[in-house]
């Protein structure tokens, strides 16, 4: 059974930094390329960041250097790193995993919120 189990967010200042935390099945972890996505109220989900199996990475625009994404393929466990967090970053985080070459082969976790309020 294929699970995804985000962790990590919570409530946090203008400026502030937060990381979350995606373990995944075993079973999918060391092929699929991982990610993080997000959506915001009356927003459409949007991509944050992926990290290929490979180490390939990939940001939206307005990430703007203040996120990093790694992975540690000992621990199944994909990460996302948030500096510099402002407003418009809140949201509901979700871990994604995406098969490289199968077209529609995905799963997504829970969602984790990231509050980012004075």
């Known amino acids: 059974q294929v699970q995804l189990v985000d962790s990590g967010g919570g409530m946090v200042q203008p400026g502030g930094s937060l990381r979350l935390s995606c373990a995944a099945s075993r079973t999918i972890f060391s092929s699929y390329t991982m990610g993080w996505y997000r959506q915001a109220p009356g927003k459409q989900r949007e991509l944050v960041a992926t990290i290929a199996s490979g180490g390939y990475l990939q940001f939206a625009d307005f990430v703007k250097g203040r996120f990093t994404i790694s992975r540690d393929n000992a621990e199944n466990t994909v990460y996302l790193q948030m500096n510099s967090l402002n407003i418009e970053d809140t949201a509901v985080y979700y871990c994604?995993?995406?098969?490289?070459?199968?077209?529609?082969?995905?799963?997504w976790g829970q969602g984790t919120q990231v509050t980012v309020s004075a």
């Open positions: 994604n995993a995406r098969h490289p070459g199968l077209r529609g082969v995905e799963y």
